[in-house]
């Protein structure tokens, strides 16, 4: 499985960006799909995950600014930021996880950068 993402770049406070996830594999694969940033000096953190059916769920710092959601049809997954501060600057992954035969597998899309300025 991999996964390619897309988007990101700088962006001024209050601003917008949308990030994409491409998956090889279908989306019906997957247990959860969706995001995580790392921010320099900190670990990395949970930014929201979605299920097939489209059950989001939100880290707290982001919950009524970012928006995830899924496009079936093409296999992806996208993050859409608004209002974003400049703690929202970070290295942002694309992640998902299958649960086969009572383990489970992670995969990781290489990070895209976002940085928002004041």
């Known amino acids: 499985v991999q996964l390619q993402a897309s988007g990101g770049g700088l962006v001024q406070a209050g601003g917008f960006l949308r990030l994409s996830c491409e998956s090889s594999a279908s989306i019906h694969s997957f247990n959860r799909m969706g995001w995580y940033r790392q921010a320099p000096g900190k670990q990395r953190e949970l930014v929201a995950t979605?299920?097939?059916?489209?059950?989001?769920n939100y880290g707290d710092s982001v919950k009524g600014r970012f928006t995830v959601s899924i496009d079936t049809a093409k296999n992806t997954w996208s993050l859409q930021m608004a209002s974003l501060k400049p703690e929202d600057t970070a290295v942002y992954f694309c992640h998902a996880d299958q649960l086969m035969a009572a383990q489970r597998y992670e995969y990781w899309g290489q990070g895209t950068q976002v940085t928002v300025s004041s």
């Open positions: 979605v299920t097939e059916r489209g059950s989001p």
